[in-house]
């Protein structure tokens, strides 16, 4: 698959290099669907995890090139609850191919999802790539297509493309996002998470309940475009948003 005798850590420098360089998201897409197809893949997505400020899936797709209807039905059936290789992606450091992903045979949920992805769609083959920050887990990058190369060389290079790609995302979303202005009380609850202050901690500081100290960081979170609340502290800090 790989043209010139180009090696496949060779092939994902190159295409880091392009990410590096795209202004849009539109540019980047195109540049990570051009790495994928180099070895196999037609198709992507790269999903935060169930995150505070993200409990809906649909919110939380950070950018996706899937086949027409795939995302329709995946939602329409709830597949996000069912699907084997999300469960897996969470306990996983390491990327993965989707049929190590582990399921009862006799659960139908599961089944159905990896039946309609293979039968349906085209991606009877895969690799998920966890994406992991300073508090954990964040979410996954997943390749699929039906005839991918599965080699130990061209799985680290897709985990190079995956890493890659979504921290250049970041930086294109962090830059259209810039107008998001937090509330007074949004800042004051990044400004004492920021000082190593808890939920608990900041509630008794600021005289309000926990559960209304988590509703204003994931409002930041979602104005902020932030995986965890420590990207929302730093992203915050970085805008000038909050001082420490």
Not at 79 to 92: G, I, L
Not at 149 to 175: F, G, K, P, T
Request: proline fraction near 4%.
């Amino acid at each position: 698959m790989l043209s010139g005798g180009r090696q496949p850590y060779e092939t994902a420098v190159s295409f880091i290099e392009r990410f590096k360089q795209s202004e849009s998201i539109e540019a980047l897409t195109r540049h990570i669907l051009a790495a994928a197809s180099t070895f196999g893949y037609r198709n992507f997505s790269i999903i935060a995890g169930p995150q505070l400020a993200r409990a809906n899936f649909e919110q939380r797709i950070m950018l996706l090139h899937w086949p027409d209807n795939w995302l329709q039905q995946y939602v329409h059936e709830n597949f996000q609850d069912h699907d084997p290789v999300v469960n897996f992606a969470r306990s996983q450091v390491h990327s993965f191919y989707w049929e190590q992903a582990p399921y009862k045979a006799d659960r139908a949920m599961p089944s159905r999802v990896m039946d309609c992805a293979a039968r349906d769609f085209d991606m009877p083959q895969g690799l998920c790539v966890p994406i992991y920050g300073m508090q954990g887990y964040q979410g996954s990058v997943n390749f699929g297509g039906p005839d991918i190369d599965n080699s130990a060389s061209a799985q680290s290079a897709m985990e190079l493309v995956a890493i890659y790609a979504v921290n250049h995302l970041s930086r294109l979303r962090s830059q259209m996002s810039d107008e998001a202005v937090l509330s007074t009380r949004e800042r004051e609850v990044l400004k004492w998470a920021a000082v190593g202050k808890t939920a608990w901690d900041t509630g008794r500081i600021l005289q309000i309940s926990t559960d209304t100290v988590n509703k204003h960081i994931a409002s930041a979170m979602r104005k902020l475009d932030a995986f965890s609340k420590t990207q929302a502290v730093a992203e915050s800090i970085r805008r000038g948003e909050i001082q420490i």
